[in-house]
């Protein structure tokens, strides 16, 4: 079992981090008190880091939960020396949108109909120049709680 650690401070609160990282990919976990209020995953592809999953719990959101455990992501494929950032979204998902524009997303295409459930497209997002100072800013502004 990993050992945790704090890895975000914000609105007072914090949350633990249990992460688990392999050679293709990391985890983390954000965890407050006993309870897993959050999760973010990644894989490596070459240069490339797909972020694959974001949740947080419905009663902890909009208290920067998301935002903790992206940039704790980011900075792990920054060590690992990715140079860009990609994901799938759905195209109506106006929350994650709104968080993942705040990371430098960028919309580059779409997949049509690439949810089976409710057929709804998938935008495909791309943060490029990660492994930049000014993207080292940008998390730091970030994990602060400012405004990029
Ligand atoms: C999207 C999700 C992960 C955001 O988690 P969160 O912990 O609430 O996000 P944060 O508190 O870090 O929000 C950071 C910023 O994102 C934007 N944002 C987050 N939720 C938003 C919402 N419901 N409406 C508009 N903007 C939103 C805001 O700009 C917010 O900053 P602010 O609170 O200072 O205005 C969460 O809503 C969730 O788990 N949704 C269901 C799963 C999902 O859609 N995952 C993404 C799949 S691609």
Redesign the pocket.
Known sequence: MPRPQVIAGHRGCFWLNCDGATAAGCYRVAIEGSRVV?FAGLLYAADDGH?T????D?T?????????L?VALAADARARGCSALT????AG????L??Y??FGFAPAGVRKGYYTDNGEDALVLWATDIDTAAYATRLETLSAGG?P
Do not use: K, S
């Open positions: 959050g972020v999953t974001v949740a947080v419905n902890c959101r909009r208290r920067g939960i998301a935002t903790a992206l994901l799938e979204v759905r998902n106006t929350a994650a709104a968080l524009r705040q405004a």
